[in-house]
């Protein structure tokens, strides 16, 4: 373990924490709309958002890598207008990290607010509270474990992340190389050792990760049926 470049892990936790901050403030708008808005267009959003969990992805990576890349109109502003160039960047990894854990945190959160009783947000108006305020002193404290399974399960994914940051990032050192890309550019190299062990980090980061998640819950119901 004392052979182990740490960097791989800093990197992939930065990235999942500002991923997971930035998602936590698009997703709870998002999430809301979607449990209560009655549009036409409420199926192709919920499509859009849901897309990346069962597109491969190598698949999601190549199209944000033609999205980003200097030739396009959005990877060409970016670099023209704010000097960015998202694709072999940290930047561009957050960007494609944003689109491939959003469903992480979308439908957890969207769950919760669906499940609801419809008399909260009705009693609440009725005491001529605005939808923001409802929203934020009134609906998203009562579906605090749905928030917590959000927040976790999006850090998850970004911190399992390969295909999509493979794809949009390589494996630039202490700039693109995340844990997952250091794993396979050991066994890559045939050193299974070393691979070994970044790989053992990963599946206890995960465990607790997902052990903290289901002890909240299950306190949650055990108290909701107290």
């Known amino acids: 373990m004392s052979n182990i470049d740490w960097s791989p892990f800093a990197l992939t936790f930065k990235l999942a924490l500002i991923t997971t901050v930035i998602l936590f403030v698009i997703s709870i708008p998002l999430a809301y709309w979607l449990s209560y808005s009655k549009s036409k267009f409420k199926p192709v959003i919920e499509t ?8 491969p992805p190598t698949v999601l990576g190549f199209y944000i890598l033609v999205a980003l890349n200097p ?5 060409g502003f970016m670099e023209n207008t704010f000097g960015l160039r998202l694709v072999f960047s ?19 959160i969207q769950s919760g607010l669906s499940n609801l009783s419809v008399s909260l947000a009705e009693a609440s108006s009725s005491l001529g509270k605005s939808k923001f305020t409802t929203l934020v002193k009134v609906l998203l404290p009562n579906i605090k474990p749905s928030l917590l399974t959000g927040i976790v ?9 390969f295909g999509v940051v493979l794809m949009i990032g390589g494996s630039i050192p202490d ?10 550019d050991e066994v890559e190299a ?18 607790v990760i997902l052990f903290i998640v289901y002890l909240v819950s ?5 108290k909701i049926s107290q």
């Open 48 to 55: 859009l958002v849901a897309m990346p969990i069962v597109l």
């Open 71 to 75: 030739s396009s109109m959005i990877g």
């Open 90 to 108: 940290f930047e561009g990894l957050v960007f494609a990290s944003l689109i491939y854990s959003l469903p992480f945190m979308v439908q957890p």
């Open 153 to 161: 399960l999006a850090f998850a994914h970004t911190v399992g992340e």
């Open 175 to 184: 700039k693109t190389r995340v844990a997952s890309i250091a794993i396979y």
């Open 190 to 207: 045939l050193n299974y050792e070393t691979a070994n062990a970044y790989a053992g980090v990963l599946l206890v980061v995960t465990f």
């Open 218 to 222: 299950d306190r949650h119901r055990r």
